[in-house]
Structures are given as C-alpha cells and as structure tokens.
C-alpha cells in the first residue's frame, strides 16, 4: 500500500537502510516540522549530503533503537535533532 501521508513518506527516508539513496523526501522535512531556526535549516541541508556519502557512520546493530541510534551520532546535529524531534 503507497505512503500518501506526506509526512510519513519524508520520514521515510530517514531510515538507515535509505542512506546512500534517493534523499528528495529528506529536504522537505524541516519545513514540516517545525523545530529548526533558518541558520539550521540550512546546516540540514549540508548535513543530508555529506550524511548520504559517509562510510564511517556508526553501525546499526539489529534491535538497536534508531532513536538511540541517532542519539549517538554527533557528526550530524542538525539531522539528529530534526529526527529525534520527528520520533518522539
């Protein structure tokens, strides 16, 4: 069944297993929700990239939570904060 939610279609790629994938969903999400300032918004947007490219992201253990996944990742504050906000 298609995700027709928009929200839950940009989440979507926030999955782990989307990483190194089609990122469009992800650039629409500070404007979603809502907890971003503008300065940030635009680190988000450096931060999609570089995330998508990075090999040396920690590895996601099966059973792991991704919110305690994410919480772990320092190298990205700006996604971590937008995806953790988005979980909760």
């Not at 979507?12 to 469009?24: E, V």
């Not at 969903?25 to 918004?41: E, G, I, N, S």
């Not at 999609?48 to 992201?57: A, K, N, V």
């Amino acid at each position: 069944m298609p995700i027709t939610n928009t929200l839950l279609l940009n989440m979507s790629d926030m999955d782990l297993i989307a990483q190194g994938h089609a990122i469009s969903h992800l650039h629409d999400l500070p404007y979603q929700v809502k907890v971003l300032t503008q300065d940030k918004k635009e680190l988000y947007a450096r931060e999609i990239h570089r995330y998508q490219l990075d090999p040396m992201l920690p590895v996601f253990q099966q059973g792991t939570r991704i919110d305690h996944w994410w919480a772990s990742v320092t190298d990205y504050p700006a996604m971590r904060k937008l995806t953790l906000a988005v979980q909760c």
